[in-house]
């Protein structure tokens, strides 16, 4: 699977952005797709995933309630809408193809076997 995530910039704080990622190869509609976020000098944290056909979620709490994940399995496309953005949501964005079909709790970054090359999110206050 070949990612490619577009939609980062700058914003300021209150805004907000709509990461997208384009996928090809592998049957899109087979796999979960997720977003997660790297800040410089910390490790790699999740911040959403959808299932295959988008009728579930799951959204680490730092973001719950401000950001929310969909697909168009028609146009290969997951989307990340960020609203009411913080200055601490500042990051490089990844978009990531999970192995799987469901949404699984572990959040962890094995789960996902193909990533983008990242977009960069700042929001300043």
């Known amino acids: 699977v070949q990612l490619q995530a577009s939609g980062g910039g700058l914003v300021q704080a209150g805004g907000s952005l709509r990461l997208s990622c384009a996928a090809s190869?592998?049957?899109?509609?087979?796999?979960?797709m997720g977003w997660f976020r790297q800040d410089p000098g910390k490790e790699r944290e999740f911040v959403a995933a959808?299932?295959?056909?988008?009728?579930?979620?799951d959204y680490a709490d730092s973001v719950k309630g401000r950001f929310t994940i969909s697909r168009d399995n028609a146009k290969k496309r997951v989307n990340l809408q960020m609203d009411s953005l913080k200055p601490e949501d500042t990051a490089v964005y990844y978009c990531?193809?999970?192995?799987?079909?469901?949404?699984?709790?572990?959040?962890?970054?094995?789960?996902?076997?193909?990533w983008g090359q990242g977009t960069q999110v700042t929001v300043s206050s």
């Open positions: 959808i299932n295959w056909s988008g009728s579930t979620t």
């Open positions: 190869g592998r049957t899109f509609s087979s796999y979960g």
């Open positions: 990531a193809a999970s192995r799987y079909s469901a949404v699984r709790s572990e959040r962890s970054e094995s789960d996902f076997g193909s």
